[in-house]
């Protein structure tokens, strides 16, 4: 069974930092690529970051470069997303999703990104 599981999140102060991780299970870990996406209240999910397990190629969407890393760590099969200075506007349910690179690196917006897990809250305070 395919399994992404996400944790890391909590409250944190304007400018403060958090690790969220994307633990998985259930899949060949090299062969796909895992996205990290958002969800706030009342808005629609949007993709954050994305990560290619085989070849360690990332992507940022703008509002997140520079203040994100994400990284993994495929001996542990985990993905991991560093977020710095965080911004009161980064609140949002965080989820993690993985899509396999039969499809090459899908864009954040691929229908190809599935086995979403049940999301972690971070919430960043002024």
């Known amino acids: 069974e395919v399994q992404l599981v996400e944790s890391g999140g909590g409250l944190v102060q304007a400018g403060g930092s958090l690790r969220l991780s994307c633990a998985t299970s259930g ?47 495929n001996a542990k099969t985990t993905v991991y997303l560093q977020m710095n200075s965080l911004k009161p506007e980064d609140t949002a349910v965080y989820y993690c999703a993985a899509a396999s690179d039969d499809y090459g690196f899908p864009p954040l917006s691929s229908p190809h990104f599935g086995s979403w897990g049940q999301g972690t809250q971070v919430t960043v305070s002024s």
Do not use: L
């Not at 062969?31 to 706030?40: H, K």
């Not at 009342?42 to 085989?54: D, P, T």
């Open 27 to 73: 899949f060949t870990f090299d062969d796909y690529v895992i996205g990290w996406f958002r969800q706030a209240p009342g808005k629609e999910r949007e993709g954050v970051s994305r990560i290619s397990s085989s070849d360690g190629s990332t992507y940022y969407v703008d509002s997140v470069k520079g203040r994100f890393t994400i990284s993994s760590d």
